[in-house]
């Protein structure tokens, strides 16, 4: 999925409420740091740790175009922080949420799989 988004050249960011010393660190070991342009994280002070606050921060220094952006999560805190800064959230269901939570919160769809994501960039 991952390669079929590289090659369709979209760009893709991580937005995590995670501290992104972390979420860097995670990103490394997977070898996924390829695939991003970005690793966005919370600040260890709590700086960026709501999704609201994380998104709008990416779309600024990014210079990015909401209408042109989508939030890809598996909570509601995702979807919610996509809603509050003008984006399309989409939900996913191999993470932690369920198709409840992430419908309540908004999320435009639910995807079952991550291959399912490639329709939905297009």
Same mark, same amino acid.
């Given at each position: 999925?991952?390669?079929?988004?590289?090659?369709?050249?979209?760009?893709?960011?991580? #937005?995590?409420? =995670?501290?992104?010393?972390? @979420? &860097?660190?995670?990103?490394?070991?997977? /070898?996924?740091?390829?695939?991003?342009?970005?690793?966005?994280?919370?600040?260890?002070? /709590?700086?960026?740790?709501? =999704? =609201? %606050?994380? +998104? %709008?921060? +990416?779309?600024?220094?990014?210079? +990015?175009?909401?209408?042109?952006?989508?939030?890809?999560?598996?909570?509601?805190?995702?979807? #919610?922080?996509?809603?509050? &800064?003008?984006?399309?959230?989409?939900?996913?269901?191999? /993470?932690?949420? %369920?198709?409840?939570?992430?419908?309540?919160?908004?999320?435009? @769809?639910?995807?079952?799989?991550? /291959? %399912?994501?490639?329709?939905?960039? =297009?």
């Amino acid at each position: 999925m991952l390669d079929a988004l590289q090659e369709q050249r979209h760009t893709l960011y991580v #937005a995590t409420s =995670k501290p992104a010393v972390f @979420a &860097n660190r995670i990103v490394d070991y997977f /070898g996924l740091r390829g695939y991003f342009e970005h690793v966005y994280g919370s600040g260890l002070d /709590g700086a960026l740790g709501d =999704k =609201k %606050s994380l +998104i %709008s921060h +990416i779309l600024t220094c990014e210079q +990015i175009d909401p209408d042109e952006t989508i939030m890809v999560g598996d909570r509601e805190y995702d979807m #919610a922080g996509a809603r509050e &800064n003008g984006i399309r959230g989409v939900g996913v269901l191999w /993470g932690y949420g %369920s198709r409840e939570e992430l419908e309540a919160s908004g999320a435009s @769809a639910c995807l079952c799989s991550p /291959g %399912s994501l490639i329709s939905v960039f =297009k």
